[in-house]
């Protein structure tokens, strides 16, 4: 009930399209959705979060998508750019800030 | 504004022996937790802490040990370590506010590995 999985594993994206990673969880009583984006040999940083009130919430070039009845929210990388090229990694909060992490995509964007 | 700081950057040690790593959570933040990060795996939670206690624990053995300082700094001891636990160690600092949906910010991390 703790996990989050995360899909697809690795993903190769042309320059200027759009990159879907997407993640479902199971216990209802997560209540905070951040997206991290990590380069090799760095920590994770926060690109985008979400709430489970909101459907849909965007920042510039990053969605995130949140279908609360199927238990299951998305992240969308409009344009995608060489400098896009990274992991990224869903999540989700459960109980006194708790991260619950996916598993990871990584995510190459071709030039 | 410093972000989260980890020290050292890279560790090497044997097994067996023990370890202590270091975070200096971001300016105005009071509540640090730890991950460990595998290699190609996503970040799994140690333990937390808050006003220099233990608050909440993932599923790691007492091997694992911290403590957190009255100037909300922490340290995240292991003792007599395996090979298993090679990984990148995070820290991540939040502000602490019951119902509050702060954000974690994660330092650069410390890379041990163990021979």
């Known amino acids: 009930q703790q996990q989050v999985k995360q899909s697809p594993q690795s993903l190769i994206v042309q320059k200027g399209g759009i990159s879907i990673i997407n993640c479902a969880y199971e216990?209802?009583?997560?209540?905070?959705f951040p997206w991290y984006q990590q380069f090799p040999g760095k920590g994770p940083a926060l690109l985008i979060a979400i709430r489970p009130d909101v459907s849909e919430k965007k920042e510039g070039r990053f969605t995130i998508s949140f279908n609360k009845s199927a238990k299951q929210f998305s992240l969308h990388i409009m344009d995608s750019q060489p400098g896009d090229s990274a992991t990224y990694f869903c999540?989700?909060?459960?109980?006194?800030?708790?991260?619950?992490f996916g598993q990871g995509t990584r995510l190459t964007i071709n030039p | 504004d410093a972000g989260v700081t980890q020290s050292p950057t890279h560790l090497i040690k044997t097994r067996g022996q023990q370890v202590t790593l270091r975070c200096s959570p971001k300016?105005?933040?009071?509540?640090v937790s730890w991950y460990q990060q595998a290699l190609g795996q996503g970040p799994q939670f140690i333990f937390q802490y808050y006003e220099e206690e233990e608050r909440q624990r993932g599923n790691f053995p007492d091997r694992f040990s911290g403590h957190q300082f009255p100037n909300y700094s922490s340290e995240l001891n292991v003792n007599a370590l395996l090979l298993g636990d090679s990984a990148l160690y995070l820290c991540a600092s939040s502000l602490f506010r019951q119902g509050a949906r702060d954000t974690q910010y994660f330092g650069p991390g410390t890379r041990l590995t163990v021979l």
């Open positions: 216990n209802t009583a997560f209540d905070y």
């Open positions: 999540a989700a909060r459960g109980g006194a800030q708790k991260l619950v």
């Open positions: 300016s105005g933040h009071d509540t």
